[in-house]
């Protein structure tokens, strides 16, 4: 029920609150349209806050505008790992000058008297959600990284529902915790929006692009003194900012290609009969899997070993795939004497799952990126894209009774030993004191 409430209830509210309270704001007290500069109060600390903000928060706003706007585009952008690497730096970058800006815009307000004079309780409860939004957004992007790649396609659904006023909380229900609040957070932000001094942003000076050159003259004696020379006046400025419009202009038109694409995306479409069968069947198709899931987790919770298969059914070149403790995929291999090899299946590069062949060298391929991994050492080999060795992982065999006839922790070392005719009895275990 509260999760109806954060990602179905809260976001038509904020909507309502957002447009309802523009306008009214805008019709009523027009010239509040403004961020209310307090740089004539103080300008020491503004210097410091205000460009790494905006900086900051023009970078973040634009990177999640074009992930959720056109997806498709944004998918066959991230594919590629330089530029994958690349937004990600960049976000994380983006996030820390925007929490740097944001938090010492909070400690001016409390600091100096001529600023707390201006200072309302709503700019201090404005400044406190955006620090706790981008810090969110900074532990999404630090504790499931690469975002980038993952967060259009498992959160696009939501905001396409949302829009479509078609809510479904399903899509973000099994989101993790920093990813939740960083949506509902969100969702907040855009409430409290038109009550506050980040409305500026409505009232960008488009008319400054069209309108005549002004030739700005100080009129104090001091203002005489500094401008006794001739003064010339140019347009650089206003060149470079019309040649900028007709850029993107071009850039536009050079995108009509995928516009379609952006406009189904938001417009709603008919579905057959066939088509809504087809969509329900793939929610539940998640439902289940996410059952499973679960199902793994609550066994690896309560059990202090999980069988994994029988020792004569590996094989020394083609691995058998399990899940370990940490829920990540991992293979199963066994050795010339007969001992199992179990080593991670997740791929220190970018997290893929590697393939369970071994090729002539006894090395397993992870194929996104073309690195190679010795099952032996783990270690990559020179020249792959991964730089980190695949971790090996404990285990334990047993006997039909149950009984411990023999275990290896991670680092190689063994306890107990087995005879050729036990090995082709023994049960291969994955054990909770080694994970």
């Known amino acids: 029920m509260f999760d109806q409430f954060l990602f179905v209830g809260l976001p038509y ?53 074009l992930a959720f706007s056109v997806p498709g585009l944004w998918s066959a952008l991230v594919s590629v790992p330089v530029f994958l690497f690349s937004v990600e730096a960049l976000g994380v970058l983006a996030a820390v000058l925007s929490l740097l800006g944001l938090v010492i815009l909070l400690i001016r307000r409390f600091v100096d008297a001529r600023l707390q004079a201006v200072t309302s309780h709503l700019d201090v409860v404005v400044l406190l959600i955006l620090i706790f939004q981008v810090s969110t957004g900074l532990a999404v992007a630090l504790h499931h990284r690469w975002g ?29 915790p920093f990813v939740k609040l960083h949506i509902a ?28 050159p002004q030739k700005v003259v100080w009129s104090s ?18 060149l470079f900012l019309k040649a900028a419009v007709g850029a993107g202009a071009s850039a536009a038109l050079l995108s009509l290609g995928v516009l379609d694409k952006f406009f189904r995306y938001f417009l709603k479409q008919d579905l057959t009969n066939a088509e809504e069968s087809h969509i329900l069947s793939q929610k539940l198709q998640r439902l289940k899997q996410s059952a499973a899931e679960r199902e793994l987790e609550l066994e690896r919770m309560n059990k202090d070993s999980i069988f994994v298969a029988r020792l004569s059914e590996l094989s020394s070149t083609r691995g058998k795939y399990f899940i370990d403790y940490q829920m990540r995929p991992a293979l199963a291999f066994r050795d010339e004497g007969g001992l199992p090899i179990l080593i991670s299946a997740k791929c220190t590069h970018l997290g ?10 006894g090395r397993i391929l992870c194929p996104c ?7 032996k050492t783990g270690q990559p080999s020179p020249g792959s894209p991964a ?39 023994g049960l291969l275990f994955i054990v909770k004191r080694f994970s």
């Open 387 to 425: 730089k980190s060795p695949l971790p090996h992982l404990g285990w334990a065999l047993k006997d039909e009774q149950g009984n411990l006839l023999m275990s290896q922790d991670p680092g190689g070392r063994r306890e107990g030993a087995i005879g050729p005719s036990q090995t082709e009895k």
């Open 13 to 65: 509210v904020a909507i309502l609150s957002l447009v309802v309270g523009s306008v009214v704001r805008y019709k009523i007290r027009a010239f509040s349209y403004s961020s209310l500069s307090t740089q004539f109060l103080e300008d020491r600390w503004l210097a410091w806050a205000s460009m790494p903000w905006h900086i900051g928060i023009i970078i973040i706003l634009l990177g999640h505008i």
């Open 369 to 375: 990126h073309i690195s190679y991994f010795d099952i």
């Open 221 to 238: 004696s001091r203002a005489q003194v500094r401008f006794e020379e001739k003064i010339q006046f140019d347009n650089e400025k206003r």
């Open 185 to 212: 957070s969100a969702w907040v932000l855009i409430m409290f929006f038109p009550f506050t001094r980040l409305v500026h942003a409505l009232s960008v000076p488009l008319h400054y692009f069209v309108r005549s």
């Open 352 to 361: 893929c799952t590697v393939g369970q062949d071994l090729d002539g060298q």
């Open 148 to 176: 980038a790649a993952w967060a259009p396609g498992a959160l696009g659904p939501y905001i396409h529902s949302i829009f479509l006023l078609q809510p479904d909380a399903s899509f973000v229900k099994e989101m993790p």
